[in-house]
Structures are given as C-alpha cells and as structure tokens.
C-alpha cells in the first residue's frame, strides 16, 4: 500500500473507505508508486528544482530570456539587445518568455470503440491521462478533464496542486463506455466551455466516422494547444475472424456483409496501418504533438517516452 | 455398360430427391454470424475491393453447385454398381447345398482316423477312456453318475463337447466351400444353403468373401436326415432366370430319392464328395415301457445295425438315470440288424440310455448313432375311494399297483373325506357325491346310476352268460382277453347313443363305458364273485386298465422322438407357449396349440418341457433320437444321380480380376470432396 494510498484512506469518510480487497485495481498502489516516480523524473528532467511554473509560447515581460527577433519599427528599444548590435551590426530583439500557470485539458474518448475488445483502450487511456494529470498537478498547473463521445459526457472541473490527484481517479474511475464517437460536436462544446486556452491532450482511439481531423482542428483553430495521445491496440489490426460473416460497428451499428479469408485480412491489416500512417501525417504536418500509446505497452514505459519525445512539458 | 446394383428408377428418384435438397440448399441464403467490429469503415477500403469481384464469386458458388451435383450423379452411379455387360455374362450363379444331416458327422475325414477306421492302426491316440484321474471320472464323481453313463447328463455332454473334438465330414465340407469361396470370381455369385430336414439359406446370392464366412461359421450338423428334394426345388427357385445357374452340392452323397416333382432342367449339378469309411454300428431303435400289472418295473427294447461291410463285435451298455443297468456283447455279421429286449429292468425313475460301441477299442465313423435315448412314462398316484361291503377280489387287484392310495368305505360312511380321482361302487349305488371323481360301477343296483339295469340274466344249461361280443381295441381291455369269462348272473345294461358297449352278452351290454358332463363311468353288469373273472389274469389288469382310463395315465406313451419330424408334446391346453430345454441345455420358446406344444427337433437327447408359473406350472420331459438306419449308412457315395443324371464335378472358377468401376468411382468422389474441403476451409474458393 502507497503512501497515497493511505492518506487517501484516511481522508476519506468512514462510509466510503473501502479495504484494500475492494479498492479499483485501475489505480491500486503500483500505479501510484510509478505516479510518485514519473512526478520527480518530470521535474529532474525537464524543469529543475525551481517553482513549477510552465512558460507560454507568448512572449512578454517575463525575467527569463527566450530568444531574439529582428527588430521591427514600433517595437519598444528597452529589449534591444545592445551587445549583439555591437558584435554583429544587428537590431535584434530580446524576447523573455511570460510565466503564467498552465491549463491542462484531458479529453478522454469514451466512446463504445474505446471500451470494444474488454475495455483495453479505455483502461490504458484512464492510465495514461491519471498519470499525466498527476504530472500536470504536480507542476501546480491547472487540470481539467473531459470526457467525450458525441458530445461532452463528463467533466472534472480545473483543479490544481497534487492532492486533488484522488478526485482524478474518481472521476476516472466513474467514466464508462458510452455512446458513438463524433470528437468534431464534442469539442466545440468544449472550447465554447473553456475560454482559457491551454494544452489540450486527446486520448483517443479517433474511430471517428465523422473524420478524426474535425475535432483536432477544432482545437487548432481555437488556439488550443493538441497534444494527441492515440490509443491503439494491435488487435484491431489482427482480428480473430474467419468465415461468411455479417460485421457490424460496434458504434453505428452499421453492417456489411464479408467472408474473411486470410487475403482479406492481410488488406484489412494495411489499410488499419494506412489509417494509424495517415493520422500521424496529419499531425506532423499540423504541428500537432502525435504520441501513438499502444495498449501492450506499460503505461509508465509510454510516459517516460512522452517526456523523452517532449511537447506535453516545456 | 449395365448397372448391376440399386435399380435405375429407384436411383433416379433417390438423384431427384437429393438433388432437389442440394438446390434448396445452395438457394437458401446462409444465415451469416453477426460480428461487432470497432470501426467498420477500415473495412470499407477492403470491402471494395472485394465487390469487384462478386460476380466471379457468384460465378464460383454456381460452380460448387455444379461441383456437388455432379458428385451427387457419380455417387448414385457407384450406388448401380455400373459393369461391363461382357464381364456380367462371364459369371456363373451357384446355390451350394451343404449337407448338415446327421450322417454327416462322421469323423473319418482325418488320415489318422481313417487308418483307425480301417483297422490299419491302434486307435490309442483317438480314445478317450473314463481313465482313473480323468475330467470325466472326476466330473462323474462329483455329479453322483456312473462313469458309463455320465455322457447322458447334460453337464457330460458338455464336458464331451468341450472336449478335443475329432474332425467331421462337416468339417471338411466347410474346408471345401472354404475353398470354394476362395476361388469365387468378381462375377460370380454364390448362396450358400443349409440341407438338412429343412432347407436354410445362410447367405444372399453374393460374391462377398466376408458374408459367405459368416454364413458358412452358421452352418452346423443336426441329427436328421436331409431333404434332398425340398433342397432341389430351393435351389432351382433361387436360380431362376439366371445365366450360368448351377447346383453344388457338397456332403456325403447319402441323400436318398428324388421326388418325382424336381426337375433341374438346365440348371448344371456338381457334387463335391465328402468322407472316407463305411464302417459303422447304430442303435437304430430304444424303446421302453412300464409293465401294466407292476409299473415300478419296466422293459426295453432295442434294435442294433452294424451297416458296416465287415463283422463287429459290439459292447451294448445300457444306463438308468446315470447308473449303469446292463452291458450285453453281440457279435453283428455286416449289414445285420438285431433286436434286443431287456425285461423286467427296475431301478431307474425317469431316464434310460443306451450306448453302443466296437469291443477291443475299435471305432465307428458315425458317433452320434451310437447313443439312443427314452424316458419312462411317468406314474401319477391315484386316489381311489372303494365304496363296498367287502370284496376280497377288488382288494387284492388294487394291491397290485403302488401308486394307487386306496381308501375304502362302508356303504352307510360314504362319501369318504377328501377328493377323490376314482370312485368303485361295489354293489351300491348311492346318490353321487361330490368330489368322487371318476366312477366304476361293479354289479350296480337300478337307482342312481347314469344307465338303466335290465333284468337279471342267468346261465343256464343251455346257455352260459358271458361276453358274446367285446370292443378288442377299447384300452379297457388291452393285454386282456374276456372272451370265455363264465358268468352266473348278470344284468344286461343300456346306456345312452353316445355311451359304448365294451363287451356285449346275446341280450346286452355287460360293459358299459360313458360319460356325463365331464365325469366318466364304467360299468360292469354282474357281480364277479359270481363269475370266474376273478381268477383270471385279466381281473386285475381289468381294474388297473379302468383306473389308468380314468386318470388318464397314457398306455400308448411315446418313449422317444424320432428327429427331423414336427413334435407334438402334450402341453396344458390353457397355454399358448411353452419353454423347451434342449438337450445341450440352451432354452427355446415354443407355441401350444390344442394342448400340443409344436417343435421340428433336430437333435438327439432328452428334452424337458415347462408351461405355466406358479401354481399352474407343469412340466414333463421326453427324449429324442435318431432312429433313421438310412443315416446310418454312411458310406459315401463316388457320385451323386438325380433322375439317372450323374451330377459332375466342379468345374474350376475362372479367376479374373473384374474392376469394380463403383469403387473408383467412390474414390474419386472422395477424393474430390477432400479437395473441396481443403480449398474451402483455405478460403481458395470462396
């Protein structure tokens, strides 16, 4: 049992403690460990020892410097950088990043697809968002979480700092597959709902029939910041089936008739791999941070590799 | 081409029928399996594709529909069993006709005992003696027999048939139809038939190996004698209309005259000859009865044949209930046939055996004739109520039989307690009481009697009253004789039409027999202290012939069966079937009909019979035997004549390998589903 663990016991009312027995193994003790350890490799890595404040892209009147920039008419002489002028007979500008405190956006698919093959996806993306959010507070930035299928089914209000950690498994622990996937309708209610823009990580499978691209560029052109963390589970790719078969999607209900033979397959497992290639090279090429998270793979394992790869810590 | 199996209409509506199925099926949409995908549109690039191409595979699935129908086609054409019409004309049809009469189980068909049979060799290696030590003295000691006779007991025979056996003529019969079948071509259809009292067929016309071995494992010999003409007429029936019919019979040629009715036509006879020896001995008769005067004792009759070529010296043994009661040796000249009585035999209750065999431990081809068997009548005691005044005649002739129980009343104390099979009113004639039975009337009185009593008739100096005129057939005088009986008064007696006069005076009736509702009556018109029938012999036979009437113990009792023929055994009347225990202990069900159990025995021995449970169950027993001297003529015949045709011998098959074209027809349908399959489930052509 965690040191987490035991404090989330004590605080908790006597009606609702829960023995160990009984407590939801989506967030037993392990992952609460691993949660303390990815929480101090966030800080020794990317931020040191200093207050966890998180730096926007914007530039302003912040003490630390970030970068140079031509010198344009009407900018304020007080940020030209004199020594540059003196060694290259340039007019650059002193850019300092402004510190702010960050707002952290989960949106959390969980649609019918995600919960599809026992739930694999949906437990992973839970996992995945707990740890990440648990980051976030630790940095005293500002999480807030959503969960989303055709529209805004679940919200978690932005709350800051770590101990708020056990409202996230609460809320986590609360959301269940449900409902078609249509991320383009559920993020627009969810930027009209959130003014403050801020980091926005999509956890999804993007089985989107609507396009997976809609709701990314609904954040996009909105000035959040996506940050896409696709679940994927390679069984999607391999499915057991064989046979004169009548498929249906598990969210539309939609059927076509098939008789899956091994060559059938084997097209079904590239154009799975077309689309997973296609999602990536939409990201890239938007600038959009694409972190593909395959459910086989240990969730502190995919975290540490978010860090590495950057773009969720600055 | 011509289809030789399942006929062409029959396939054509099995084609149609199945066919019309096959169609229905591949018309019926297939009911797919419901499959929840995550998202369907990835399969959408893929289903494309595939759309393209559903017109072949519309093109494919009319071509499986094709592919089963034209499976289905070759399948029934197997089923015709399709031959070359030159390869069917080729084959020859033949009924063998297996000898299973008894003569047939004559065991000199080994080298070794036909030397013995020929008095070439000591017979040491075939005996088998009742040697201290031996199974069968041990088995003799433990069931209480003597050793002679603990072959007449169904655990001795068992324990010979358990026994090494030699080989019989059977045997050797089965080794040639063995061969027979061997040598059986594609073409060539055989039906194999046991000969014996009956004709069975123990195969269909066919040229397999494996039902033709089974049928011949069938076959077994029986203690008969075959009907050769009933076999004929089988075997012409089941050849009929059939190319290349032909007749083999294989046995030992001892078939005896042809019916007048058979003709073979052009169907081909063969004969397969079987045996070696001629030399034999029989018990051809075996007879026994109770002596009427004293039925605890008994006599036996028996006729023995040497039907040999030579002289025999014979040891005749003879067994009562297991116990040994005689051995006789004779001397029997070469076709002689003697008769033998043995009188005044006691002991045994119910069984007599006699057995026969070669002094010095010399054999006979034939074992099975060997033995005869007979069982005594059974004795019945009879309650006889004696309702008289005194009479020291009737007494005594009443002594005489000991399974009579005897109780004799005043005139004035009648009726006696108890129930009664046999009443004699010796001079009275009170009112009939119940449960008296039976009634004999001795000098009855006008009153309460069944007849009517006319007036006294006396002897005279002319005439002496006696019976003028007597029924000698009547089984109230049998083995005696009333025709010079003087009487010194009598009174003539009239009874009804359906009533019968036994013995008759000039003016009527002195013994009268009847019947009313059921209760029998004889009666016999004069005193017989006035006449000298009581010092006669016939008195006392008299009186134990009435009683024996009576409670119907059967004088014309049949000691033994003779088999091949169709038996009826007495049987209660009430029942409709009866188990039969035959003589190897096996239990058959068989039908009563009119109080006569019905069976065509086959088998030497004692038998035992047993209807109705409970209270109502009944049982008897009774012996068969073989009793045919024509069996016991086993010399084998060099050739057999039917009608003055010699029958000849088999001509030897001509061995050709015929192709079943059905089997490769079988295996090339299977071997097209197999592909079928393969492809199917490696998603090749669907």
């Not at chain 1, 980091?199 to 052109?221: K, M, Q």
């Not at chain 1, 909105?222 to 940050?227: G, I, S």
Request: aromatic share 8%; hydrophobic share 40%.
């Amino acid at each position: 049992m965690g040191v987490l663990d035991l404090f989330r016991r004590a605080a908790a009312p006597l009606s609702r403690r829960r023995s160990p027995a009984q407590k939801e193994e989506l967030f037993d003790d392990e992952f609460q460990r691993k949660l303390d350890y990815l929480a101090m490799v966030s800080k020794r890595v990317f931020t040191g020892a200093i207050r966890a404040e998180r730096r926007t892209k914007r530039t302003g009147s912040g003490v630390e410097f970030a970068d140079h920039r031509e010198y344009a008419p009407g900018d304020d002489f007080r940020y030209l950088d004199l020594h540059a002028y003196q060694r290259f007979d340039r007019l650059l500008l002193r850019l300092f990043e402004e510190e702010e405190d960050l707002s952290i956006y989960f949106i959390l698919d969980n649609s019918f697809s995600m919960g599809f093959g026992g739930g694999a996806k949906l437990k992973q993306a839970k996992r995945l968002c707990a740890a990440l959010a648990y980051v976030g507070l630790a940095n005293l930035d500002r999480v807030a979480i959503v969960a989303a299928n055709a529209e805004i089914s679940g919200r978690m209000q932005s709350t800051r700092g770590k101990a708020r950690i056990f409202r996230v498994f609460r809320f986590l622990e609360r959301i269940q597959a449900d409902g078609p996937t249509d991320l383009g309708t559920a993020l627009r209610t969810f930027v009209a709902q959130h003014k403050r823009r801020g980091l926005a990580v999509v956890l999804s499978d993007l089985y989107d029939p609507a396009g997976f691209e809609h709701g990314i560029n609904v954040l996009r052109y909105n000035k959040f910041e996506p940050f896409v963390l696709h679940v994927i589970d390679r069984r999607d790719k391999s499915p057991p089936l064989r046979g004169d078969l009548r498929l249906y999607d598990c969210e539309t209900g939609e059927e076509r008739e098939v008789t899956v033979t091994a060559k059938v397959l084997e097209r079904y497992g590239e154009a799975y791999e077309h689309y997973l290639e296609a999602v990536r090279r939409f990201c890239v090429s938007r600038q959009v941070s694409y972190f593909p998270a395959d459910v086989a793979t240990p969730f502190d394992e995919l975290i540490l590799r978010v860090f590495r790869r950057g773009g969720f810590l600055r | 081409m011509e289809l030789t199996g399942a006929l062409p209409g029959l396939l054509l509506q099995v084609g149609l029928g199945v066919g019309a199925a096959v169609v229905l099926l591949y018309i019926l949409k297939l009911r797919r399996r419901p499959i929840a995908v995550p998202f369907s549109r990835l399969w959408e690039a893929v289903l494309k594709d595939k759309e393209s191409t559903s017109l072949f595979s519309h093109l494919k699935r009319f071509l499986s529909l094709l592919l089963q129908l034209a499976l289905l086609a070759l399948l029934l054409l197997a089923l015709g069993d399709p031959r070359k019409k030159v390869q069917k004309s080729e084959g020859r049809n033949l009924v063998v006709l297996l000898d299973a009469s008894a003569s047939m189980k004559a065991v000199d068909v080994d080298a070794d005992m036909a030397r013995v049979l020929a008095g070439d060799a000591p017979d040491d290696e075939v005996r088998r003696e009742c040697q201290p030590g031996s199974p069968e003295l041990e088995r003799a000691r433990e069931l209480g027999v003597d050793c002679d006779c603990l072959w007449m007991t169904p655990e001795g025979a068992r324990l010979e048939a358990e026994s090494p056996s030699l080989r019989s003529r059977l045997d050797a019969a089965k080794d040639e139809v063995r061969a027979l079948v061997a040598a059986v071509g594609g073409a060539d259809r055989m039906l194999l038939a046991q000969m014996d009292a009956t004709v069975t067929p123990k195969s269909t016309m066919t040229n397999d190996p494996v039902e033709l071995g089974k049928a011949l494992a069938e076959v077994h010999a029986v203690d008969v004698r075959a009907d050769f003409s009933e076999a004929l007429r089988f075997a012409k029936d089941a050849l009929r209309g059939l190319p290349k019919a032909e007749i083999v019979v294989v046995g030992d040629g001892a078939l005896g005259a042809v019916g007048s009715d058979v003709e073979l036509g052009d169907v081909k006879l063969s004969f397969v000859p079987i045996g070696a020896s001629e030399r034999n001995v029989a018990i051809t008769a075996f007879s026994v009865r109770r002596y009427p005067l004293d039925k605890s004792r008994y006599e036996v009759m028996l006729e023995v044949a040497n039907t040999g070529s030579r002289d025999e010296d014979v040891e005749l043994t003879l067994c009562g209930d297991g116990l040994l009661a005689d051995v006789k040796h004779l001397h029997l000249a070469a076709g002689e046939s003697l008769s033998r009585f043995y009188p005044n035999l006691s002991g045994a209750r119910e069984k007599l055996a006699g057995r026969m065999r070669l002094r010095g431990g010399s054999f006979d081809a034939l074992p099975s004739d060997d033995r005869a068997y007979a069982v005594l009548p059974e004795r019945k005691r009879a309650r006889i109520q004696v309702v008289s005044p005194g009479n020291m005649y009737l007494d005594a002739a009443l002594l005489l039989d000991e399974y009579l129980d005897v109780t004799t009343v005043a005139p004035k104390q009648y009726p006696a307690p108890g129930e009664f099979d046999v009443t004699i009113f010796d001079g009275v004639n009170p009112p009939v009481a119940p449960k008296s039975g039976h009634l004999f009337y001795l000098n009855p009185g006008a009153d309460n009697v069944p007849f009517k009593v006319d007036k006294e008739l006396t002897s005279d100096a002319k005439y002496t009253v006696g019976f003028d005129e007597v029924d000698e057939k009547s089984p109230l005088l049998r083995y005696l004789s009333l025709g010079d009986v003087h009487i010194s008064r009598a009174h003539p007696l009239q009874g009804e039409k359906d009533d019968k006069a036994v013995g008759k005076s000039f003016r009527g009736a002195l013994l009268l027999q009847g019947r009313r509702q059921g209760q029998k009556f004889v009666a016999l018109g004069f005193d017989v202290r006035e006449s000298d029938l009581p010092l006669r012999i016939a008195w006392p036979l008299f009186v134990l012939n009435v009683i024996n009437d009576f409670v119907e113990e059967d004088t014309g009792y049949i000691s033994s069966f003779t088999t091949g023929s169709v038996w009826h055994l007495p049987a209660p009347a009430s029942v409709e079937a009866a188990t039969l225990t035959l003589p190897d202990g096996s239990e058959r069900v068989v039908p009563v009909k009119d109080g006569r159990a019905i069976f065509l025995g086959d088998t030497a021995g004692f038998y035992a019979l047993a209807s109705g449970a409970g209270s109502a169950a009944e049982s008897s027993r009774f012996a068969a035997n073989i009793s045919d001297p024509g069996e016991s003529h086993v010399a084998p015949a060099a050739e057999l004549v039917v009608k003055g045709v010699t029958a000849g011998t088999l001509e030897r098959f001509t061995v050709g390998v015929q192709p079943e074209i059905w089997i490769y027809i079988l295996l090339g349908v299977l071997g097209v589903s197999a592909i079928e399959w393969l492809t199917y489930h490696r998603r090749l052509t669907v």
